[in-house]
């Protein structure tokens, strides 16, 4: 009985195992950005839209126009702010706190989220250190119950076997001076 599928292939493999990832990260970070407070996500989108180029020409027009104004450039408009623009400071000096306090809760809030990637990252990564310790111990004793002569030291393979100490290797990379 023959299928009317065609054979599957590593790289077939490799796709669906890539595009299964992709969709576990695309579901984790939307997680991740439907946990945050209205507070967060409202200083993420006011940063995004402060950063812009938008705002830049806003900023240009506004500037200029306030400078022209105030110093009798435009024939028929008032100046409301005389040299050496007071009133244009303290607008500033407001919008820099306020934007400066929206960008630092938005980086936190990455910070934040890096941080749990860091962990997740970690998890993964001893998990997978436990599970190479395991194989190599499984095809150190199929080796040796087959008597197959491999290629690698001895001391190399013990060194390998012997499960990390993250503590260990932790005060082993506090103590490598920084250059």
Do not use: C, Y
Not at 10 to 29: F, G, M, Q
Not at 141 to 154: E, G
């Amino acid at each position: 009985m023959s299928s009317n599928k065609p054979p599957v292939t590593t790289h077939d493999h490799v796709s669906r195992a890539l595009e299964e990832n992709l969709e576990t990260i695309k579901k984790w970070e939307q997680a991740a950005l439907h946990e945050r407070s209205r507070a967060e996500r409202l200083s993420d989108d006011i940063t995004r839209f402060a950063g812009g180029g938008r705002m830049l020409f806003v900023h240009v027009v506004w500037f200029v126009l306030w400078l022209l104004v105030n110093v009798r450039v435009i024939p028929g408009v008032r100046p409301f702010d005389p040299f050496p623009f007071p009133l244009l400071t303290t607008a500033v000096s407001l919008e820099a706190i306020f934007l400066s306090l929206f960008v630092l809760a938005s980086q936190n809030g990455l910070a934040h989220q890096a941080d749990k990637r860091a962990h997740l990252d970690l998890q993964i990564d001893l998990l997978a250190e436990r599970e190479m310790t395991i194989v190599l111990r499984m095809l150190q004793d199929i080796a040796r119950h087959f008597d197959v002569k491999v290629s690698v030291a001895p001391r190399q393979i013990v060194d390998l076997i012997k499960e990390t100490d993250v503590h260990d290797l932790t005060a082993k990379l506090d103590d490598i001076p920084e250059e």
